[in-house]
């Protein structure tokens, strides 16, 4: 096994972890590429290794995802409130593309990025949300719109390189008094556009080419899917047992040893 497929399994892995547990995927892989420079830049494979980790969502919540392609009324709720969740980082991606573009090629601000969500994981030790307890199966259960939308200004600010997006969404929920479980779900099916999005504007754009082979994106597209899987049903865990806060224990400092280090 050569030194780039064994980095590639790595990228994936890293991928498939931080993308969910709220560490920033982002900011991981940025600092990670600029430390061995291997893939630096390929945009083709990030979004390969996005669909891994959308899929890994898909898998998790497929009961839910099945639930709401009922359409019935609650259903559409839910889908509006995920559509008004979904608007505001679709505007920050589009009016705001340069300035981002340029942040991806700056690890200290990555570092930085990770301090402050570090800080925004920890101000979540306090909130008072509960779980929610239904009988029988989950009812789509859609948090207002204005909350909705709240909640999507969060993920938008995830846009930034070291802002992880499941860590603004889910502490954003719990701030506005969601419950966590509802919480969780509603922030890892709001990944789903996000994910989805991204991978459609990289197709546009024709960014279809990419240093690693097919045989090694589909490998590095299934490891991220595997570490994905466990990796949401752990956060996802950690919020309903009010643990959610202490991520913060690894973000800030990594933070501030990358900062430095970087200096």
């Not at 995802?65 to 608007?87: E, H, P």
């Not at 570090?118 to 909350?147: M, Y």
């Not at 045989?215 to 991220?224: E, F, H, P, R, W």
């Amino acid at each position: 096994m050569n030194l780039a497929l064994l980095y590639l399994i790595l990228l994936a892995g890293v991928q498939g972890l931080t993308e969910f547990l709220p560490v920033s995927s982002s900011g991981h892989l940025v600092l990670l590429q600029h430390w061995t420079s291997a893939f630096d830049g390929d945009v083709f494979l990030d979004v390969v290794l996005h669909v891994g980790t959308l899929l890994a969502v898909l898998v998790v919540y497929r009961h839910e995802v099945k639930r709401l392609l009922t359409f019935d009324a609650a259903a559409v709720q839910y889908l509006v409130a995920l559509a008004i969740g979904t608007l505001p980082a679709v505007l920050a991606g589009l009016l705001f593309e340069d300035e981002i573009e340029a942040l991806f090629v700056n690890p200290r601000a990555a570092a930085v990025a990770l301090v402050v969500t570090g800080l925004i994981l920890f101000s979540t030790r306090r909130t008072r949300s509960d779980v929610l307890r239904l009988p029988g199966g989950w009812h789509p259960v859609a948090p207002p719109l204005h909350k909705a939308l709240l909640i999507g200004c969060a993920q938008a600010l995830a846009i930034v390189p070291g802002i992880s997006r499941s860590g603004s969404t889910i502490a954003a929920s719990l701030w506005l008094r969601l419950a966590r479980d509802e919480a969780a779900r509603f922030s890892f099916l709001l990944s789903g556009p996000a994910i989805a999005g991204a991978l459609v504007l990289h197709l546009l754009r024709g960014e279809t080419t990419s240093e690693a082979g097919t045989l090694s994106m589909l490998l590095g597209a299934c490891v991220a899917f595997l570490v994905g899987l466990v990796a949401v049903r752990l956060t996802a865990l950690m919020v309903v047992r009010r643990h959610f806060w202490k991520f913060a224990l690894y973000c800030v400092p990594l933070g501030v040893v990358s900062y430095i280090v970087l200096g």
